[in-house]
């Protein structure tokens, strides 16, 4: 494929071919949630909560698309360049597959991997009379089972859910800001997604004690079909650029007990030169002067004042 660069015409143009230039701290990714061509309703509320979940940093088509993940993926890869999403979630529903989720990424606007989950029995937002949790809210994710650790699906399931859920990077937390909890089990070959809202209620103390609320979505999901990346494609898309890397410290070491040691190399002194404390008892002395009668023990001739 030959791509033609067409240098930008207006200022706005630009600013758009900038925003989508490789940088070193990437942008928060973005999620499409698509309808298939026989979306029944469930599926279709499923959607709409998600993106409720997801907001800001989701695009919603709204229109049904005729598409088969699993076998076209073309699809998927150009809605991905048109909107700037590097995650996706796609719904359908037939007799075969019943109630059906893809979700997947992108890398470099391909298909990375995906994974196919059935919807067994889903929980709606409107079903649950709590407060909810204000639009944005970055999410805290609990996964609990040990399928999430020895199975390698699972586990690429996992690290799919986090990409997917995990919203912008923060420098710094506050306790009032963990309110909004997704939790995952895997047991018995079964997933289930659980969402809380966090209540800080008053201990006595300056801790507070913590209730969760169930606040919705409730899905049950089971896994079904799965597209995963190869091991050599998987490790390049995790690879950092040079300037994300930390810098290697030289002539510092650590012991056992965490104690930093470091090394200093310093040039040869020249010790005569070295400026010592003024004593008297450091004063160097004027060498005796070796006369002859000296040496046959006769007294030395006194000095006079003038001299």
């Known amino acids: 494929l030959i791509y033609c660069y067409r240098k930008p015409k207006t200022k706005r143009a630009k600013r758009f071919l900038e925003k989508r230039e490789p940088k070193l701290n990437e942008n928060t990714k973005n999620a499409m949630l698509i309808r298939g061509g026989n979306a ?37 890869e150009f809605f991905s360049k048109k909107s700037d999403c590097s995650l996706f979630l796609f719904g359908s529903h037939n007799k075969k597959r019943p109630n059906n989720l893809i979700i997947g990424r992108m890398f470099d606007y391909h298909v990375l991997d995906m994974i196919e989950l059935g919807v067994e029995k889903f929980v709606s937002l409107k079903e649950i009379k709590n407060s909810k949790c204000p639009e944005g809210t970055k999410p805290m994710l609990i996964f609990a089972g040990e399928m999430f650790d020895v199975n390698e699906e699972y586990r690429r399931l996992k690290s799919l859910l986090i990409d997917f859920f995990r919203g912008p990077t923060v420098p710094t937390i506050r306790l009032a800001g963990l309110e909004y909890v997704l ?62 890397k930390p810098k290697k410290k030289k002539n510092i070491s650590h012991d056992v007990f965490g104690t930093t040691y470091g090394r200093v190399h310093m040039q040869k002194q020249d010790l005569s030169k070295l ?33």
Do not use: W
């Open 40 to 76: 029944n309703l469930t599926v279709t509320e499923v959607l709409k909560d998600i993106y409720a979940v997801k907001k800001p940093f989701a695009v919603m088509y709204k229109r049904k698309n005729i598409t088969r993940p699993f076998e076209d993926q073309t699809s998927l």
């Open 183 to 244: 939790h995952f089990t895997a047991v018995d070959g079964k997933i289930y997604m659980r969402s809380y809202k966090v209540l800080l209620k008053k201990s006595g103390c300056k801790i507070p004690r913590i209730e969760l609320e169930e606040m919705g979505p409730s899905l049950d999901l089971v896994m079904r079909r799965t597209h995963l990346a190869s091991d050599d494609l998987y490790k390049l898309s995790l690879k950092q650029p040079k300037g994300l």
């Open 275 to 307: 400026q010592t404390r003024k004593m008297k008892g450091l004063k160097k002395r004027p060498a005796e002067k070796v006369v002859g009668p000296a040496e046959d023990g006769g007294a030395l001739p006194k000095k006079s004042k003038s001299d």
